[in-house]
């Protein structure tokens, strides 16, 4: 299930979930607890940190807002009513916020908050690691959609990257698990929605294209960066439109001033891209490699 590209290098990964047969909504379910909270670190000066570099952060940005995210706490994989043909995947998630992103995942200091383990939610017990979202998007005319980010947003600057963002809690109301606990079930299943409902709400908002002309995502896995143990949830999406029509709709993407150019190329191109990707990224490329791979074989 795991598979490890090592080293800190930007573009590196790790694949911490691959799902290459594609899973619908109805296969993934999510397990909305504080006990995927973020463990505080013992050690007092990292944890100061936290708040100094928010701090400071936020005096050179007026903008920055600490906005809560979800966090990525693991998984459980299984096959339900003893069928073999049917996959589900349940995620794992917590609670989190920006501000703690930026101070732990995102900090100069972000290697000393891992704790040396095999277990990834014990390796990254002390970070944000909120859970990302991206998209593999292919066009009716089998083109993959990659944007370049614009040099004014806040990571990676200038690289290529799938549509994406993150799952909100806000979508759903949820600022603190005490708002939901009475109501576990119904939680987990609004934030399981959220997970398919946001990556088509960030392809709508960054492509340009309508809700209308995507199918339902298909969820391919959880990629992770290895530079600052950034967790990301990939969706392959089809949509029906074809790349020049697409490209007309991204000069009026309502969040087309986080990226300067919208690429629309064949999957031998995009493997020449993946280099300057962050790792997440390219990491979501080589889920959606695993899943061209397996629908040749079936």
């Known amino acids: 299930m795991e598979k490890e590209a090592s080293s800190t290098e930007p573009s590196s990964f790790k694949l911490l979930v691959s ?28 944890e100061n940190a936290i708040s100094e570099i928010w701090e400071q952060r936020s005096l050179k940005n007026k903008s920055l807002f600490n906005g809560k995210k979800f966090r990525y706490g693991g998984y459980v994989l299984d096959a339900r009513n003893g069928s073999d043909h049917e996959p589900h995947v349940c995620l794992q998630l917590g609670l989190t916020d920006y501000r703690t992103f930026v101070g732990t995942n995102l900090s100069p200091l972000w290697e000393r908050f891992l704790v040396p383990s095999e277990d990834d939610s014990v390796l990254c017990q002390h970070t944000s690691s909120p859970l990302g979202n991206g998209a593999v998007v292919e066009t009716n005319d089998n083109k993959i959609l990659v944007l370049q980010r614009s040099n004014n947003v806040g990571e990676f600057p200038g690289h290529f990257v799938f549509p994406g ?8 109301g949820i600022t603190s698990h ?15 929605q959220e997970m ?12 340009g294209v309508p809700a209308s002309s995507l199918s339902i995502p298909a969820f391919i896995g959880i990629s992770r960066r290895n530079l600052n143990v950034r967790p990301t949830a990939f969706f392959f999406i089809k949509c029906s439109l074809d790349s020049k029509e697409v490209q007309q709709f991204y000069s009026s993407a309502q969040d087309g001033y986080e990226s300067t150019q919208l690429y629309a190329v064949p999957m031998i191109e995009v493997e020449n891209m993946t280099s300057r990707m962050p790792g997440c990224h390219r ?3 080589a889920l959606y490699k695993l899943m061209v791979d397996t629908r040749k074989i079936t």
């Not at 993934?28 to 000066?45: E, K, Q, T």
């Not at 708002?179 to 299943?189: A, D, G, I, P």
């Open 19 to 46: 799902c290459p047969s594609g899973l619908s909504p109805a296969q993934v379910s999510v397990a909305f607890s504080d006990s995927y909270d973020r463990i505080p670190h013992s050690d007092a000066s990292l």
């Open 165 to 172: 963002g993150h799952p909100e809690p806000q979508e759903l």
């Open 178 to 192: 005490q708002h939901v606990k009475e109501l576990t079930e119904s939680v987990n299943v609004k934030v399981s």
């Open 196 to 207: 398919f409902d946001s990556i088509v709400r960030e392809v709508v908002e960054e492509i």
């Open 283 to 285: 990491g979501g490329f």
